[in-house]
């Protein structure tokens, strides 16, 4: 039998095995007749299982007895060049061999794949050689590209350096020539020649090599300045297979998008329930579907993307893809924890809540909806604070129970500690207006919150008098006196427009002085007559007088300056 090459045989095992009757049927074989392929008349039945095994088997024995006959050939020859041809066979027929047995074994075991019955090698992973191979693609398209100005750059640079040699190889030429002219000896001379024929020989190679480098160039150059029509047809391959790749990719991710979108419009609209107002709870559960609703559209668009440049067999863009993505989990790694903070507010699992309160520069605020930008404002205030998410992370609010959110109102009077009374213009979130001796006094509102008054609007107040008569009245000082000032205070407020506003009256004896018999005169109003605190002072103040003259009770020249009193210094004459 002949010698067959060892790939021949394996080609032909191959097609032995792809012949197999429960295979396909073969094509019908073509003959060439003159140059030309021809169609033949009969189309030869397929071998079968057993024919091929026999084939193969007769191919083995015949590379076996070959193997044979060359070993005995290799101890009797004695050229060398038929010895190096045999063992260059001998290296060829082992594996030729092998590959006859691997053919017979898969063909006898019916096509089953042995290769799970071999030992596997442990694999270690390393994701950064992973990476590497997934962009290698990505990385030989761009060399690719760049091919040709590399090309120009390398050849640019191997002229310049050329030049240079010349420059140098042409002043050791006139050296060599001027010491030439001079007459050497003849030792010398012929040295100079041997040299000069040396280093003009080194001239011509470099003039050849400049001249190639200048050639190369212009071809370069010359290729890329008539290129028009190589740039319409990469334009056009463009066009037909990556830019429709990524046309379809366009097209795949809008559909995925208009889906899912069609989706939840209509989970909402089955899950929408008419008249009925979203609870907080309601509102929440709503959020987070909505935020896993971006999360689950973004792995499907992403998926989608994915599949298309699979789909295309585009290694490259599919290359490009992933290492956005990995670019993107490693910027994630170090973010990831701020925005599972954020995403924890937004879906109101956070530390700030809706309808809760939260003191914010100073000032306590109503967490009124929590959502990308954060509102927050004060009932009681004008104006509204909006915040992005990233501002309130680190904020913690609290439930809010039943205390007010701001000490006073538009309209409420408010009593300073230096005795003046002010009134109430404007509460906003950054300033306080109030009306003083009819002048408008302003404070910034964090810092009027810091100041110390009293709101006489919110609670009601007391007017506090203090009040002495004579030594010579002592007898009656304990009641008869008390008693007559009571009512006649009391006579004197119903007869006033302050009447519907009066609580209460105390008159009590307060202590004895150094020159007169004190009592204490503490009068209760509803807020609504704050306006009037220093009126009703004087109201107080001359209706004692007047029972003092009715009645014919001396009032001690010191008295006559009543003791009521400035600002706060007067509530403490209480008691």
Known sequence: MPRLNHSLLAGLALLLWFSHPLAQEAPPAATVNNGSAVESEATPEPLTVMERLTLLREQLLSSRREMEALNKELTRTKSEERIADIKKRLDELPG?????????????????DINTFAEQPEIKFDWKDELIEITR??????????????KIEQLRQQIERLQQQLEVVGRALASLEALSQESPPPSVKSRLVSLTESWQQRQQDLNAELEMAHYQIATLQGEASSSWEAIAQSLLAFIKGRGLTLLIA????????????????????TAA??????????????????????????????????????????????????????????????????????????????????????????????????????????????????????????????????????????????????????????????RVELRMMRSVVEYPTAAFLALEYRNLSRSGFAVPVTFGIDYQHQAISLDEVPQTFHAAIEQAIKESTFAPHFVELLVEFKEAGASSLDYLIYLSMRGEAAASYYTLGRLVQRTLVEVCNREGWVIPFAQLTVHQGEGFDSLRGKG
């Not at 006859?100 to 075991?109: D, K, T, V």
């Not at 896993?292 to 559209?297: D, H, S």
């Not at 994915?306 to 990995?326: E, K, P, W």
């Not at 009681?380 to 904020?395: F, H, K, N, S, Y």
Request: overall charge positive.
């Open 137 to 150: 693609p990505l990385f030989g398209s761009l060399k690719d590209l760049t091919e040709k100005p590399r």
């Open 96 to 112: 030729s061999i092998e590959s006859l047995n691997r053919s017979f074994e898969q063909i006898a075991l019916g096509g089953i």
């Open 250 to 269: 366009i097209v795949a991710v809008v559909a995925v998008w208009q889906l899912t979108r069609l989706l939840l419009r209509l989970g909402r609209r």
């Open 273 to 430: 329930i008419p008249g009925r107002q979203q609870s907080r709870r309601r509102r929440t559960r709503e959020r987070a579907i909505g935020y896993l609703y971006r999360v689950v559209m973004t792995l499907l668009m992403l998926i989608a993307l994915l599949a298309v440049f699979y789909a295309r067999n585009d290694l490259v863009l599919l290359a490009l893809t992933v290492v956005v993505l990995v670019m993107v989990g490693l910027a994630l790694r170090q973010t990831m924890p701020r925005y599972i903070k954020e995403i924890r507010t937004l879906l109101d699992f956070g530390n700030v809540r809706e309808g809760e309160r939260i003191v914010y520069n100073g000032l306590p605020l109503e967490v009124s909806s929590v959502n990308a930008f954060t509102i927050l404002r004060n009932p009681q205030l004008e104006g509204i604070i909006r915040l992005p998410i990233t501002a309130m992370v680190d904020q913690v609010s609290r439930p809010a129970a039943s205390e007010e959110w701001f000490p006073c109102a538009k309209g409420d009077w408010l009593m300073f500690p230096d005795g003046r009374l002010g009134e109430v213009m404007r509460l906003t979130l950054e």
